[in-house]
């Protein structure tokens, strides 16, 4: 293993917020995360920002943020504001933990693209920052952004973070028509994968997949024709 793998921890895409409290036998999914740290850094100098940018900043989606990293004692956190002051900044290049949380994915990209956070959080991935994205923000971490919308039954292509190779759909109803169909559009060698809800991915830096909890579906255009695989829970 080279140094830079040994450096680079998994990224997290969570269905939605249930993981950030979810427990097993293991103990707590969060602990999980810790552990990645290996004791290099001490609890009360982890830094954990929270980007709310997708959902205005809501504060009450801040307080679940922050009371989940309570469980594992971690407690210097902060909400990196959508219209930031020098501290944010500061805050955000320095953390050791990055989520972006759910909302309206345009509005929260847009938002990540206009204060040049896309270049701060993928410095930070690369420097050994844990990334964790819930709904929307799993989605930013994909390869693009796709939202789609019911009126005219078509995806809607944005840009994204690209970190992890393809495009993220989660919790949706429609037995992940909507995704199938854009990857259709997108041509041969396509990939997707599906979230459900309660559920959560990790993808490693051998791009290795492993599913959380509950078994996601990684989908492939493949000839025009999708192929479709589970990937379980380890």
Not at 41 to 61: F, L
Not at 78 to 92: G, Q
């Amino acid at each position: 293993m080279c140094n830079l793998e040994k450096i680079i921890k998994p990224i997290y895409l969570l269905a939605d917020s249930q993981l950030l409290f979810y427990s097993n036998r293991d103990g707590l999914f969060l602990d999980r995360i810790k552990k990645l740290f290996n004791g290099d850094i001490k609890d009360i100098e982890i830094k954990a920002a929270y980007i709310g940018a997708s959902n205005n900043d809501n504060p009450q989606y801040y307080e679940i943020f922050q009371m989940a990293l309570q469980q594992i004692d971690i407690h210097n956190c902060r909400m990196i504001k959508s219209d930031p002051d020098a501290a944010d900044t500061i805050f955000l290049k320095n953390s050791d933990i990055i989520l972006l949380a759910g909302g309206d994915v345009e509005k929260g990209w847009e938002t990540i693209r206009r204060n040049g956070w896309n270049r701060i959080i993928t410095e930070r991935y690369t420097s050994g920052a844990i990334l964790i994205g819930i709904s929307a923000g799993a989605i930013q971490l994909g390869l693009r952004e796709f939202e789609e919308h019911v009126d005219t039954k078509r995806g809607k292509d944005l840009d994204s973070l690209r970190l992890v190779p393809f495009i993220i759909d989660v919790h949706t109803d429609d037995l992940w028509q909507g995704l199938k169909e854009h990857l259709l559009s997108e041509g041969n060698g396509a990939q997707g994968i599906g979230i459900p809800k309660g559920a959560g991915l990790a993808y490693y830096s051998d791009e290795s997949l492993k599913a959380i909890r509950f078994e996601c579906i990684e989908f492939h255009n493949l000839n025009n024709r999708i192929q479709q695989s589970f990937i379980q829970p380890s």
